[in-house]
């Protein structure tokens, strides 16, 4: 166990930075210890509640000096704190840039975004990475872990670098792999997830999209057959691109993702052997929460939580199982997963200051 | 053409039948003969205003005397009305018992329940109707047409008894019917329909799934595997039970409904060719609009519209097909398709009064 | 009466020029003579459907060629196509230099902006317009009459220019003015305006208000003590800049706004002398719905509807009363009451195509 | 400080009794010692996670056996399990009822409703208490202290029974009591308090009020003139009923309200001395939040925390002022204040798990 971690978070506007830094300052295991709040290098010190005005306190300091400041980004800076964890929640390009260098500087990071999270490169051609294909990107890339504490509980504890895992494929991930690692899915015929996510996961820059306009009383489909969280499923569920379509609906609520998830069986399946099969895979997962059989999980039961629930009907000749999923996709969709990630790198209780 | 046609309307306090008033209200061939409104048999007299302000009118008079009123239902009141065509805007069960009744008074029926869409026992068995299998039910049962102008526009015009599709089933039908009618879908590999309506569809009674705490910054699926709209689908695609699953969720906004549909083509199909299959099959329907391929409905186009919008996405390998459907679930999916029905019935242009 | 008007929009990419355009096309006496629809003068032919999916027409045309277009603004344009009414949904900066070219082409205009509403200078500081105190804007706004049928019907019909009303505006004129125009109220004790309107009201931008995460699940005042149309309730009410406060705040719903207003009578008044007040006032109003004292109206009954909306409480000694005022901020905020415009400079019946 | 407390909640179903129970259950000095969950009399022990779902732990008991249960109310189980201290999320008639009997027992009371708030008859006479005027219920009066820790914190450390104060009424009271205390204000002139909440302050029943079709998209003012929460502003700001005025709105939202509030006063005054007022009164509160001069509080920043945001508007003259006021009516509006009252009550520090 360390004794002392000191964590950084880069890219504190966003959404996810936000519910990271609110997971840290509460964190038990990081109190007296807050973490380095940095934003862009050429910016201006600023106070953090000028940017999250949730997150003032009530001295009244709050946006005037005194309170926590968001410092501008320099390595020296990491330096100095001797930060030895760096969060990086950052878009993908710069997390390609960063990661390396934080790694040289010997500073663990986890990275938020989808700069590491796959290790094919057909998967990884979607990003049109910039450096795609060097020395450097490759050598990273093999020290990269996907962090998903339930799949890859032990690479993680030692890893270097956490690729933590997209909103919608952790969704999807979580709800598929206990069915398909115990071999009772037949991919060939087809798996449909259909995910609807809340407003957030598309960012807090201003866009047509995220104009309330457009996104209230609406609902509407995107990225079909093309969305970058489709190699996340293939690489870590090992299925073929042919086997499986995944459509991303964009709800209008601020949070949330709710996954359902149809599959076929090899075989018929009882109800309460998929149930026992669920509950035997995630049996040492304390943010799963599995619904009795007959039970379905609703967005409203996770959101603000660190869970990812599941829940699932069987037809009744037991060959289809529609699976719904849901989880906050800024939790356990992001920050809540980050530090789930965090507490196994420092030894910690993988649950700490997330339930 | 009929040149005098006199409408009623029983249910008018739900939000069907709301909408179901407003359309006749502005209904071209209808100026002069408003609808009779009709109320529970056993109900007081009732300003229409009064039960739905947004269609009081400015005389002030909408709360108190003068202004439609809803009188309460009786047999008597509707041959004295000279009625030619009620609508049943009520619960199925209502139906079951008023639709025979109407017949023999020589009263054409557009009924918008489930009470006479479903012409096998084995379907309708969910509904559990107090009649199923009395002789009345089964003759009345002939004399119905689903009333889905698209697929069974001939039969309609002359029909004493029109039972008007589901909203959900509408999405589906009108979203699928033109492929499997081609022979091009492989139905054995499972079709997938993943429908989002907004909470209009559950009906105007206070309950909780209907509160606001519950359905707000929501989503949840229901009905899954055991939804009454799933009977349609089957009569009106010819399918097999194990060949198609339908999972309906409950959306945070008021109206509209999208339908997400994945299915497996026989063989590789060209976008171009889909388009051009869509367009034949719905050559002289006025009321669906096909989406340019590449270019996908949203739930927002199609609210207040009497349309369903049918939009589609091929894999690569054109053997995938994502179909996205949308329609308002009170308008074309309930009132709106029932005054197309009343306007094929009548010899009236079937778009009339529903641009 | 004009036998042949012909209308053109300019700036129909917006919320409001939206709404025109789909109240133009439905309008009874323009039938056959659909508006010309204007965009930036360098921009190319745009079908009207790409910006607004929802005004699509279900020959699938819509998004390709055919269909009504969007066609560069050019004062040859407008003079080729016989122009006689030009709306003007820009932005106010705009506004100020096109109607004085309009008015010398001989064009009348309607312009929805703030550009020509304020006849003293004081109140239109806050525009800053670059124009301010030139001659020629002099001139031109001597010729301008605020368009605000129950007010200055008579002026309207001659007009050569209307400034429509702020929606803010509207709302609350409309429900003061009555009990004004009588002498009842105190305004030295104070006229208090509470407004709250929907997220359309914000334009079409994507700004950080207008993003989803920060108007969704919100509600957020703004512009205390300075908001724009606070200079049309000074003039359109003859009060002095301290008898009246008014607070704008951003609802988390598409469109709507509800203003509640609180007034001191200077002696005690019965409902029933307010109410008659109201109906004697509106009596040849047509888009001007009052509620029976004890009845109030709800942002929900006018959306969609060109009315507005009035009703009020007194308090139990007479002395205050609250005033609660609806309208579509789209509609009788600006579109709506823009046609209504129209239809007194054509001559027509003031509230045609409005119902 | 007492050493062992152990607490109770009666009527854990509601919204209120959810957050409290949440709020319980994460109290650092409550740690080990649960609170004993209570429901109907004649009930049947449920589990807590049967009711709300997003309280349910992990191990997948939460639906069946194990976990937190709900047991039906008795005095006997009171006694049996040592309770201290005894929440009432009920009704306010049954908190009549049961307040009195819990103090026999020498039990601390709690009580979330309107029950014991108003020491005057005349304003208690809307609530018509079905012991109104007995001798029982006077005596309880005398004993309960009115739960603001920001007006009454050393009454509420030793009291038996603690009102605590309404949501409206706290937003509206902290908002304006340090003015009033100040003797700034000119009540004469009417202050004007205009109030938006959301669903969840209408209660958990199932009503066509709180039908999302209703709610959703819409705003409704209610109450004009006669809500419940009047008293509490008259009694603790020592006003007079004509001096102020109070409107409530319900708000398409799930939680917060924000009021703004309008005051004159009786000479001029300057920002940064109000603001320093309110610094002054505030000082040793820290569940209150006031903004810097010319910045206002938003219904966002407060959901989810327990504070009470304050900021204001001053008129070019200084002699109006406008002040916004927010809080989540679940917590500082109800259970985040009943722990901040239980806090003082056992000594404890007044924000103890409430940050």
């Given at each position: 166990?360390?004794?002392?971690?000191?964590?950084?978070?880069?890219?504190?506007?966003?959404?996810?930075?936000?519910?990271?830094?609110?997971?840290?300052?509460?964190?038990?295991?990081?109190?007296?210890?807050p973490?380095?709040l940095?934003?862009?290098?050429?910016?201006?010190?600023?106070p953090l509640a000028?940017?999250?005005?949730?997150l003032?306190?009530?001295?009244?300091?709050?946006?005037?000096?005194?309170g926590l400041e968001?410092?501008?980004?320099?390595?020296?800076?990491?330096?100095?704190?001797?930060?030895?964890?760096?969060?990086?929640?950052?878009?993908?390009?710069?997390?390609?840039?960063?990661?390396?260098?934080?790694?040289?500087?010997?500073?663990?990071?986890?990275?938020?975004?989808?700069?590491?999270?796959?290790?094919?490169?057909?998967?990884?051609?979607?990003?049109?990475?910039?450096?795609?294909?060097?020395?450097?990107?490759?050598?990273?890339?093999?020290?990269?872990?996907?962090?998903?504490?339930?799949?890859?509980?032990?690479?993680?504890?030692?890893?270097?670098?956490?690729?933590?895992?997209?909103?919608?494929?952790?969704?999807?991930?979580?709800?598929?792999?206990?069915?398909?690692?115990?071999?009772?899915?037949?991919?060939?015929?087809?798996?449909?997830?259909?995910?609807?996510?809340?407003?957030?996961?598309?960012?807090?820059?201003?866009?047509?999209?995220?104009?309330?306009?457009?996104?209230?009383?609406?609902?509407?489909?995107?990225?079909?057959?093309?969305?970058?969280?489709?190699?996340?499923?293939?690489?870590?569920?090992?299925?073929?691109?042919?086997?499986?379509?995944?459509?991303?609906?964009?709800?209008?609520?601020?949070?949330?993702?709710?996954?359902?998830?149809?599959?076929?069986?090899?075989?018929?399946?009882?109800?309460?052997?998929?149930?026992?099969?669920?509950?035997?895979?995630?049996?040492?997962?304390?943010?799963?929460?599995?619904?009795?059989?007959?039970?379905?999980?609703?967005?409203?039961?996770?959101?603000?939580?660190?869970?990812?629930?599941?829940?699932?009907?069987?037809?009744?000749?037991?060959?289809?199982?529609?699976?719904?999923?849901?989880?906050?996709?800024?939790?356990?969709?992001?920050?809540?997963?980050?530090?789930?990630?965090?507490?196994?790198?420092?030894?910690?209780?993988?649950?700490?200051?997330?339930?």
């Amino acid at each position: 166990m360390e004794t002392t971690v000191r964590t950084a978070v880069m890219g504190v506007s966003g959404y996810a930075g936000m519910e990271l830094v609110r997971l840290l300052l509460r964190h038990p295991s990081l109190t007296g210890t807050p973490p380095l709040l940095l934003g862009r290098p050429d910016g201006n010190p600023e106070p953090l509640a000028a940017v999250h005005p949730q997150l003032m306190d009530n001295n009244g300091t709050g946006l005037g000096p005194g309170g926590l400041e968001i410092e501008p980004f320099s390595w020296e800076r990491l330096k100095d704190r001797g930060i030895s964890v760096l969060f990086l929640a950052t878009p993908h390009e710069l997390s390609r840039e960063w990661a390396p260098v934080a790694l040289e500087h010997g500073i663990r990071v986890i990275d938020l975004s989808g700069a590491w999270r796959l290790t094919k490169a057909s998967n990884r051609s979607v990003y049109k990475f910039h450096d795609e294909g060097s020395a450097l990107a490759a050598a990273v890339q093999t020290k990269a872990v996907y962090g998903m504490p339930e799949l890859h509980r032990d690479s993680i504890r030692n890893a270097p670098l956490i690729a933590n895992p997209g909103c919608y494929a952790t969704s999807i991930i979580l709800a598929l792999k206990p069915l398909v690692a115990a071999g009772w899915v037949d991919a060939r015929r087809g798996i449909v997830c259909d995910s609807k996510s809340g407003v957030s996961g598309a960012g807090k820059a201003p866009t047509a999209r995220t104009h309330f306009m457009h996104a209230a009383d609406n609902l509407s489909a995107y990225g079909v057959f093309s969305h970058r969280h489709t190699g996340e499923l293939l690489e870590q569920l090992d299925l073929q691109a042919e086997q499986i379509v995944f459509t991303p609906h964009l709800l209008p609520i601020p949070r949330g993702i709710l996954s359902t998830i149809y599959l076929w069986f090899s075989q018929q399946r009882q109800a309460s052997e998929v149930e026992a099969a669920y509950r035997r895979y995630f049996r040492e997962s304390p943010l799963v929460r599995i619904f009795p059989a007959g039970h379905l999980p609703q967005i409203q039961y996770s959101v603000t939580t660190n869970y990812c629930d599941i829940g699932f009907h069987l037809s009744e000749d037991g060959r289809r199982c529609v699976i719904v999923s849901c989880l906050d996709n800024l939790l356990k969709g992001a920050a809540g997963q980050a530090v789930q990630n965090l507490n196994l790198m420092c030894g910690w209780d993988e649950a700490e200051g997330l339930r």
